[in-house]
């Protein structure tokens, strides 16, 4: 990409695009304006190809047939894999998060492939279902304030070393294994459970993307009194006594 634009690709919105994930897409394409790149978003659907020449893609939630039509023709597409293969990032939310690993557990009980791109796999809890408001610390590295995010899956994910934990729960369930962790990355591709949809709830982690792809540390400052209130909102509401 050059440094005054952004190639933004929204993956199959006709079959992941649950709980309002494609705010995350909107969120991005904003932010970039705000900072004066000048962004070309492609909404790639399910009977189309993935172009291999996108800077940020972005996949959101689905129910679990979806999920499993998704999977499917990603790897017979293998697009995504080659634009990752070529410094691509990749943000995927719950359904889609499953999909970057090696496998998960479709509608039909039995275990899909995944793309390999996160070294996590994900199984079906046995336990109640992972609903509510989340809250954790993000992984240091990554230089992100508090995240604030809603979950809703069935699904449990363990993470492989390969990757390391996007945020450390402080409430909610996360991947559900038990361990405290929440989401999972590696080099350039997140995975997250979290909704909300989560980049608006967290424009920092839009803005780490758009970083990513200009390979700079930092962006001109944008106006975020309507991101902040958001946030604030939804944590004050997640720590308020039940």
């Known amino acids: 990409m050059s440094d005054t634009s952004l190639r933004l690709v929204w993956v199959y919105p006709d079959l992941l695009s649950t709980y309002g994930d494609q705010g995350n897409a909107l ?12 962004v070309q978003r492609l909404d790639v659907r399910s009977d189309q190809p993935i172009p291999t020449s996108g800077d940020i893609y972005l996949i959101g939630g689905g129910e679990d047939r979806p999920q499993r039509l998704a999977a499917e023709r990603l790897l017979r597409d293998g697009g995504l894999n080659r634009a990752v293969d070529n410094g691509a990032i990749v943000f995927a939310v719950c359904a889609g998060y499953q999909i970057m690993g090696h496998e998960f557990v479709n509608d039909l009980g039995e275990r899909s492939a995944g793309l390999g791109l996160l070294d996590v796999v994900s199984s ?4 109640e279902r992972c609903v509510g408001d ?3 610390e993000a992984d240091e590295q990554l230089r992100l ?9 069935q699904g449990i994910t363990h993470l492989g070393p390969g990757v390391r934990p996007l945020a450390r729960v402080q409430l909610g369930n996360g991947n559900g294994t038990g361990d405290g962790t929440e989401g999972a990355w590696r080099d350039t591709v997140f995975g997250t459970y979290l909704h909300g949809p989560v980049l608006a709830r967290n424009p920092q982690i839009a803005d780490l993307l758009i970083k990513l792809s200009l390979d700079v540390n930092a ?3 944008t106006d975020d009194t309507w991101y902040e209130a ?4 939804r944590i004050a509401a997640a720590t308020q006594p039940a």
Do not use: S
Request: net charge positive.
């Open 27 to 38: 969120v991005v394409e904003r932010r970039a304006r705000q900072r004066g790149l000048d």
């Open 124 to 127: 079906r809890g046995e336990a």
């Open 134 to 136: 989340v809250l954790g």
């Open 145 to 153: 304030p508090q995240l604030t995010g809603f979950e809703n899956h």
């Open 219 to 221: 962006l001109p400052p």
């Open 230 to 233: 958001l946030r604030q909102e």
